[in-house]
């Protein structure tokens, strides 16, 4: 899991997280998603990676649909809904 947060000039705010089949889909896709930004000037607003990545427990539904896809991007209020139903459990 990668807990990710949106920069503006007005401050940072926690935008959600990402889910991760394993370390090598986790590099995968944020190389992909930093390969799209522009080099020559910062955005007003723009995403980033909060935090190193960590282990978390997931749903047998959420774990399916992590063996397809890889990575998967979850806004913060679906990280919420998914942490409160126990779908998704940071693991300590």
């Known amino acids: 899991m990668q807990l990710w947060e949106q920069s503006s000039l007005a401050g940072n705010i926690s935008c959600g997280c990402s889910i991760h089949y394993d370390l090598s889909s986790h590099s995968e896709f944020i190389s992909n998603l930093y ?3 522009k080099d020559i000037s910062v955005e007003e607003k723009y995403d980033r990676v909060v935090s ?3 282990e978390c427990f997931i749903s047998d539904e959420l774990y399916q649909n ?4 890889k990575s998967i ?3 913060e209020v679906e990280k919420s809904n998914l942490a409160k139903f126990q779908d998704l459990i940071i693991k300590l």
């Open 35 to 37: 390969s799209l930004r």
């Open 52 to 54: 190193p990545p960590f």
């Open 66 to 69: 992590l063996i397809v896809e």
């Open 73 to 75: 991007r979850l806004s």
